[in-house]
């Protein structure tokens, strides 16, 4: 009678089993679960955000960035830590950067600035000013003489004021050309105290950070994290906005690594994929003390921020005299024909974050606030210098600088209204360095989107 209990009960609890199973695979991952709703700080809801993404920014955003124009970027990554006395370069090899030979750089980019201006081409007075002017790597050929001369005056033009990012002096021997997709961002094996003092250095000593954030501190040290006793309503929006900026980057980042991870090496072959256990590690709400899904949030939040800036700086490239010069006439065209129509995207989606709600109280308050905002990323930016991996260094530079020219550009929305139609202008401007970083940089956050959209169904099929 007992074991005929006992049977019984057994049955009854493996029914239940099978019954609580079915139950939970239809239910949202616990990340997606606290990954919903509307964004703090502005009128936007996530599930918007995935679906304009997914259906319109992120095929044509990865097609760009195959383009010649933008998948060459120029770099220093031999520039020295301005902070601290070196770590050492990570000797992994696939920290490893490989630079792109003089060969297979587009004769448009490589050959500079001279190039453009065939008929100033036997005046070494004017050659030597337009060397100087690392401003004209997005300008039309096809120049008139009263353009030529602005060019110049516009190449002595110190606009260091409007810069958020520590920027490379591409002229430096050091710099050099890196091919893009043959050095993409992923996990490397680079972490430790050297991976962890770059991030502390931004969070404790150059960001506006709120006290409820928990936080891995030194790996080498017993404790594992850290509480802070306030919250975010110390802060005012400009603030919050500065932290939420660098978080969402460094979810961004994180997001990137976990999504191509070393998982194995077969014949001597490394293999790239996603791993469900890192991804739990930096965004599981239990694992980051409920941290994990606030990060997320702020990669959203980040998007926004520089969908907003693409809107803003449609402008600036619509104009005639603006063309995406590579020498490659045909791809030229078109690539700037791509360009334009994302830009078209990103005017088009209806809840934009409202910059104007920022810096807008007592005028010398808010000046100075800026000032301060624009010298705390400034900082962030000289940083990245400090990275002992180059791929990471690179990627780091990229996505800083992109998102410091994202910021140089909503700050300067009265300059853009005003650009002349066919010819330069002393303003507002945009080297070709900042034009790809901006866009690879934004490239990169609709990346890291899709990526978390592929967790939430590896979470639920690995249950």
Not at 94 to 107: N, Q, R
Request: charged share 25%.
């Amino acid at each position: 009678m007992s074991k005929g209990v006992r049977r019984a009960g057994a049955g009854h609890g493996a029914a239940a089993a099978v019954r609580l199973l079915v139950t939970l695979s239809f239910l949202p991952s616990v990340v997606e679960a606290q990954v919903t709703g509307v964004l703090d700080d502005c009128l936007c809801d996530i599930d918007s955000i995935d679906n304009f993404n997914t259906y319109k920014i992120f095929p044509k955003i990865k097609k760009l960035q195959e383009r010649d124009y933008f998948r060459y970027y120029k770099v220093n990554l031999k520039r020295p830590c301005p902070f601290w006395a070196e770590d050492g370069h990570c000797s992994i090899k696939d920290c490893h950067v490989e630079p792109c030979p003089e060969s297979k750089i587009p004769v448009g980019i490589k050959a500079g600035h001279s190039n453009k201006y065939l008929k100033m081409a036997n005046n070494t007075k004017e050659l030597e000013d337009c060397e100087q002017a690392n401003k004209l790597g997005a300008i039309n050929s096809t120049l008139s003489n009263q353009s030529k001369e602005a060019f110049i005056d516009w190449a002595r033009y110190d606009d260091s004021r409007d810069h958020f990012c520590e920027l490379d002096d591409e002229r430096s021997p050091a710099a050099q050309y890196v091919d893009l997709l043959l050095n993409p961002e992923r996990y490397t094996g680079y972490k430790g105290t050297s991976a962890w003092r770059v991030w502390n250095s931004i969070y404790e000593e150059n960001c506006f950070k709120p006290r409820s954030v928990y936080r891995p501190l030194n790996p080498l040290a017993p404790s594992r994290g850290r509480f802070f006793i306030c919250t975010f309503s110390c802060l005012c929006l400009e603030k919050r906005v500065f932290y939420k900026l660098i978080s969402g980057l460094h979810a961004s980042i994180n997001l990137h690594l976990c999504a191509n991870y070393l998982l194995e090496e077969t014949w001597g072959k490394p293999s790239w994929g996603p791993n469900i256990k890192e991804f739990k590690r930096r965004f599981d709400p239990v694992e980051t003390k409920g941290e994990g899904p606030r990060r997320l949030k702020n990669l959203y939040f980040l998007y926004l921020i520089e969908l907003r800036a693409l809107s803003k700086v449609a402008p600036y490239f619509e104009r005639s005299i603006v063309d995406l010069y590579t020498g490659n006439v045909e791809e030229d065209a078109d690539t700037k024909a791509l360009l334009l129509n994302i830009f078209q995207d990103t005017k088009s989606f209806p809840m934009h974050f409202d910059e104007k709600s920022m810096f807008a109280g007592d005028k010398k308050g808010a000046k100075s606030l800026k000032e301060e905002f624009r010298l705390h990323f400034k900082n962030i930016s000289r940083i990245m210098d400090c990275v002992g991996c180059d791929k990471c260094r690179l990627w780091g530079k990229l996505q800083t600088q992109g998102l410091g020219t994202a910021l140089k550009i909503l700050f300067s929305e009265k300059e853009i209204q005003k650009l002349p139609e066919n010819s330069p202008s002393k303003g507002f401007q945009l080297t070709r360095q900042e034009i790809v970083a901006l866009l690879n940089a934004f490239g990169r956050l609709s990346t890291s989107i899709t990526e978390l959209q592929n967790f939430k169904v590896l979470l639920q099929h690995s249950r």
